[in-house]
């Protein structure tokens, strides 16, 4: 692991964070990815990876779901069976729920796909994942003091929504300058260094 932390300092995961993998993490799931973290509490935690698109289409996924050319990402590695979304629509869904601002998991899918069918939700407006990240209680703390992920404070809509998912994971490191704008250069491949 790179270290990049003074040996003292520790930020605490919220929900609506970001977390971005250390440049070198050994988990092929992880390899840096960037989550977005929905719920953290006392039972755990669980989050969305942003940058890790399929090639598969939202309409081969739901037949019923026309956002024109929407894929689905892969969330994470648990119960891949299972679809989630974000969003940032405007009118925010019956039982979603703000994880930052402008930013809502889930909500009421049968609203969604209305909203979808009427034609008043763009494509960045939406993420769809099969799967999902999670952590058992204190699981994440224990990592984040390991040094495999980096907390992320500055949430945007833009770096949930907008970013393509190549770029995204040195971006969010750029965004937050310092000595993460120096971590987002180093190479994919640790012998290149």
Request: with cysteine; aromatic share 10%; net charge negative.
């Amino acid at each position: 692991m790179i270290d990049y932390f003074s040996s003292d300092e520790y930020i605490a995961p919220e929900c609506g964070d970001i977390l971005i993998s250390e440049p070198y993490l050994p988990d092929p799931n992880f390899e840096r990815s960037v989550i977005l973290l929905c719920e953290h509490n006392d039972e755990g935690s669980l989050g969305f990876v942003l940058n890790q698109p399929t090639e598969v289409k939202l309409t081969e996924v739901l037949e019923e779901a026309n956002i024109k050319d929407s894929i689905v990402h892969i969330g994470g590695p648990v119960q891949k069976e299972t679809l989630h979304f974000i969003h940032s629509l405007k009118s925010p869904l019956k039982n979603d729920v703000q994880i930052n601002e402008g930013v809502y998991w889930g909500g009421d899918f049968n609203s969604l796909l209305s909203a979808v069918n009427l034609g008043v939700v763009e494509p960045n407006q939406v993420k769809f994942f099969i799967g999902y990240s999670g952590w058992s209680p204190g699981q994440l703390e224990e990592e984040i003091k390991a040094k495999s992920w980096i907390v992320c404070k500055k949430v945007t809509l833009d770096l949930v929504f907008n970013l393509e998912s190549e770029q995204q994971w040195r971006e969010v490191l750029v965004r937050m300058g310092g000595k993460f704008k120096m971590i987002a250069n180093y190479p994919a491949d640790p012998s290149l260094n």
